[in-house]
């Protein structure tokens, strides 16, 4: 079984960049579609964006196209999540999580998730 721990939040100001972690432990990490998702306080947990097993397929979310970029490495059991021009409402706690389907994108598609790390933009 994965499990996932998360690695790079912090506390930036809007316009700035980000590179969020997500270490994966096992053996079958390239086997499962990753996936960000991220919760704001009062919020239910959103869908960011998803990478397929082999890291040939990617989808993000509409407001997040052409800022946030998802990418994996197979090799080192790591996907990113590269966040620039952060604005104020990207502030939340990100999480990933790993999937056996094929481009999820629902919470329910889901069934390993990390423990998220804080993101907070100033304006």
């Known amino acids: 079984q994965v499990q996932l721990v998360e690695s790079g939040g912090g506390l930036v100001q809007a316009g700035d960049s980000l590179r969020l972690s997500c270490a994966a432990s096992?053996?079958?990490?390239?086997?499962?579609?990753m996936g960000w998702f991220r919760q704001a306080p009062g919020k239910e947990r959103e869908f960011v964006a998803a990478i397929s097993w082999g890291g040939g397929s990617r989808y993000s979310e509409d407001s997040v196209k052409g800022r946030f970029t998802i990418s994996r490495d197979n090799a080192k059991n790591t996907v990113y999540l590269q966040m620039n021009s952060l604005k104020s409402e990207d502030t939340a706690v990100y999480y990933c999580?790993?999937?056996?389907?094929?481009?999820?994108?629902?919470?329910?598609?889901?069934?390993?998730w990390g423990q998220g790390t804080q993101v907070t933009v100033s304006s």
């Open positions: 096992g053996r079958t990490f390239s086997r499962y579609s």
């Open positions: 999580a790993a999937s056996i389907a094929i481009m999820p994108t629902r919470n329910d598609e889901y069934g390993i």
